[in-house]
């Protein structure tokens, strides 16, 4: 199957099956062999965490930083691959136990911007401008410990002093509701993309959907990656899947919510996302259950299903969706429909 979507994952969308009740079952997978496999299994491009990249990016000097990076990049290229984004980890860190950007600590509040650039300049030295911001504990899991208006307002500060520093970077906002805090600031695109607007420079901020993290809102992935779609703010995807409102499964695209799927290929395919050059990311996991030798199929399943669903949604027949919508006959449209995906 040929297309010319361009697909990516990151490191830890391999990793040895730790969950918050276990320990790993499955062998480290070295970061070469990471890549070496990427290409393999018909990706093109890695996505990185800052210390992915540049482990603890904070500690090292600006000559050190760009050493460590110009060595990942070298290997990526070796592979013909490329650096999707980079996004900085502030929820492991010791000082960000509290959220990093909406802390109510200045120290680390400080200490988050800081370490902020310092991811820009990695995204630098790999050669992407894109930069992720997945708000991982920016967020209370108590109401009253933190102020939200002052929260939201310490956000927009954020974002304005990484635009400030580098005015070439674009800035991509991963919303998700909750977990691991209660509540999330920016938990739908809808928030996120109204934050972009407020920025100093709303043509540099966008968002990257994924797809468990819509269904978490309660919402219908598709129906998000439309709005971002409709403003020209979808700068990036991870798809994968999630089995109703529960924790956040990251499950092989397609495998739990077949039609839900096949909506977010359809409207990245009527929104021309592949001609925007931008990635189809994945934010998978394998399962636990996984021994280690098939512990890829979560990726090459998802990729393998996203190309069908591509040609699924490019041979469904027009004429009768046309007369369908004409006639306003949805439940005709239904059952073309799902009698398509199931090949009938
Ligand atoms: C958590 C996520 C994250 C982000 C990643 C890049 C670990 O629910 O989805 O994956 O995608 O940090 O922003
Ligand atoms: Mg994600």
Redesign the pocket.
């Known amino acids: 199957m040929k297309s010319e979507y361009k697909f990516s994952f ?1 490191p ?1 969308n391999i990793h040895s099956g730790a969950d918050p009740f276990g320990p790993a079952v499955r062998k480290e997978v070295p970061f070469a062999r990471k890549v070496k496999l990427c290409r393999e299994l018909g990706f093109h491009a890695m ?1 990185f ?1 800052d210390d992915d990249a540049v482990p603890q990016p904070e500690n090292k000097t600006p000559a050190q930083l760009q050493r460590a990076a110009a060595k990942i990049r070298r290997i990526l290229e070796g592979e013909g691959l490329a650096a999707e984004f980079v ?1 900085p ?1 502030l929820w492991e860190h010791p000082l960000g136990i509290d959220g990093a950007y909406t802390s109510n600590d200045p120290k680390t509040r400080r200490w988050a911007n800081e370490r902020s650039l310092r991811a820009i300049d990695i995204a630098r030295a790999l050669g992407t401008k894109l930069i ?3 708000l ?1 504990r920016e967020g209370t899991y108590l109401r009253e410990s933190k102020n939200g208006i002052e929260s939201y307002q310490r956000l927009l500060e954020s974002i304005n002093h990484m635009l400030r520093y580098d005015p070439e970077i674009e800035i991509a906002v ?1 919303p ?1 509701p909750n ?1 691991p805090t209660d509540h999330a600031y920016l938990p739908t695109i809808g928030h996120a993309l109204a934050m972009a607007s407020q920025t100093s420079d709303p043509s540099r901020v966008g968002g ?1 959907i ?1 797809t ?2 819509a269904m978490l809102a309660g919402l219908d992935p598709s129906d998000e990656m439309a709005f971002a779609l409709s403003m020209g703010k979808l700068w990036g995807v ?1 798809l994968n899947d999630q089995n109703g409102l529960k924790f ?1 499964e ?1 499950k092989a695209f397609g495998m739990a919510n077949l039609r839900g799927a096949y909506n977010q290929v359809r409207i990245l395919e009527l929104g021309g996302y592949a001609a925007t050059g931008r990635y189809v990311g994945l ?1 998978v996991k394998a399962l636990r259950t996984q021994k280690d030798k098939e512990a890829l199929r979560h990726l090459s399943n998802s990729r393998r299903i996203f190309l069908a669903l591509v040609e699924k949604v490019r041979t469904f027949d027009r004429k009768i969706e046309a007369q369908c919508v004409a006639r306003r006959d949805y439940e005709a449209l239904d059952l073309a429909v799902t009698e398509h995906l199931m090949g009938l």
């Open positions: 990151g830890w996505q965490h996004a980890r992720v911001l997945w991982a991963e998700k977990e990257l994924e468990a993290h991870h956040d990251d934010d």
